[in-house]
């Protein structure tokens, strides 16, 4: 069986672990790699990757759409909180900005403004 490991705990078999937790963890993944080619870490600019972006926040978009009847209020609007925020960041990052609705993921989440 395959393991999940982190620098936190031990590993432990994926077998046990739920499928709102693996759902979270792969969404935390996707924001933040969104995120640092939006240009929002340290380096900022030096970053910046807004194609990788795209794909990021359109991947992000769909797995909080299709997961958010499963994981409930209380999962679904962190992660969708944090998606407007890559979206607004991406919108921010362009040089030419995309027409409201054209944006990553805005066909799945609708127009973010």
Known sequence: MSEITSDTEPSRDIADVPAVEIINTVAVHLLSAAAVKCGLSE??????????????????????????????????????????????AFREASPFPDAPGQGPGEKLTGPVN
Request: aromatic content about 0%.
């Open 43 to 88: 380096h900022g600019d030096d970053e910046i990757d807004l194609a990788e972006a795209r794909k990021l926040i359109t991947a992000l978009a769909g797995l909080i759409t299709a997961s958010a009847p499963e994981l409930g209020d209380h999962h679904a609007r962190v992660l969708r909180d944090g998606l407007r925020s890559v979206q607004l």
